[in-house]
């Protein structure tokens, strides 16, 4: 729209408004799902590109339960249809995850039990 218009001042300020919310508040998932519905299934505009990261640094940040809890549309935009916009999310999330450190530990380091257990049934 900034393009077809010239208004580049004006979509920057409506972006760094927009911004400045997110600081306090979380990004409702369905505003993305408006986002690329109405202008395109692709990250090639701040906006929508915006709300990528943003919601990449939130779930990387509180976690993928409370995420998926507070937006219910996102699980459904996960598994169904085919969105482009999946695969920026994913390299998002990667992004945001590999700026942590690896906070979680290497699972091939960790103490964690990754081996195949057996359950018995209880024999009568």
Known sequence: LALHYRAFDLQNQIMDRYRGYHVKNAVVFDDLVWMINRIADKVDNAMTSYLIEQIAYEIT?????????????????????????????????????????????????TGADWHVTLELEDAD
């Open 61 to 109: 940040d509180g976690g993928f339960p409370k995420y998926e809890q507070e937006n219910l549309g996102f699980t459904t935009f996960l598994q169904t249809g085919e969105r482009l916009t999946r695969r920026d999310l994913f390299g998002a999330i990667a992004r945001h995850a590999h700026a942590s450190g690896g906070k979680l530990g290497d699972p091939a380091r």
